[in-house]
Nanobody, 122 residues
Framework: QVQLVESGGGLVQPGGSLRLSCAASGSIFSIYDMGWYRQGPGKQRELVAAITSAGGRTNYADSVKGRFTISRDNAKNTVYLQMNSLKPEDTAVYYC???????????????WGQGTQVTVSS
C-alpha cells in the first residue's frame, strides 16, 4: 500500500510564497517521475511542474515559469514545489503525482496525493 501525504497549502497574499511538500511512503520498490498538478475552480486539472527520477530534467507550465521551482529528495521520497510571486490565478487545489513501482514485477503506476488548497487573495 502506497500513501502520498501533501502539506504546505494555505492562504497567501498576492506576491507571497508557499512551499508544498509531498512524501511517499509504504510498499515502494522504485520511484520515477514526480510532479505537481492543480485544478482551479471550474477548470480541468493541469500539469504545473514535473521532475525526472534523477532530478536532471524539469518541466513547467508556461504560466508558472520563473516563479515556481520543483525539486525532490530521493532519500526521503519527497517532492517539493516552491511557489514565489503568487497570483490570484494560482488559486487551486494542488495534487502531487508520483510514478512508481511497488515491486520488481509490478510495472509502473501513477499515484496521487489527496490535494492541498492554495488560495491567493488579499
Amino acid at each position: 500500500q502506497v500513501q502520498l501525504v501533501e502539506s504546505g497549502g494555505g492562504l497567501v497574499q498576492p506576491g507571497g510564497s508557499l512551499r508544498l511538500s509531498c512524501a511517499a511512503s509504504g510498499s515502494i520498490f522504485s520511484i520515477y517521475d514526480m510532479g505537481w498538478y492543480r485544478q482551479g475552480p471550474g477548470k480541468q486539472r493541469e500539469l504545473v511542474a514535473a521532475i525526472t527520477s534523477a532530478g536532471g530534467r524539469t518541466n513547467y507550465a508556461d504560466s508558472v515559469k520563473g516563479r515556481f521551482t520543483i525539486s525532490r529528495d530521493n532519500a526521503k521520497n519527497t517532492v517539493y514545489l516552491q511557489m514565489n510571486s503568487l497570483k490570484p490565478e494560482d488559486t487551486a487545489v494542488y495534487y502531487c503525482n508520483v510514478r512508481l513501482e511497488v515491486s520488481y514485477y509490478s510495472g509502473r503506476a501513477d499515484y496521487w496525493g489527496q490535494g492541498t488548497q492554495v488560495t491567493v487573495s488579499s
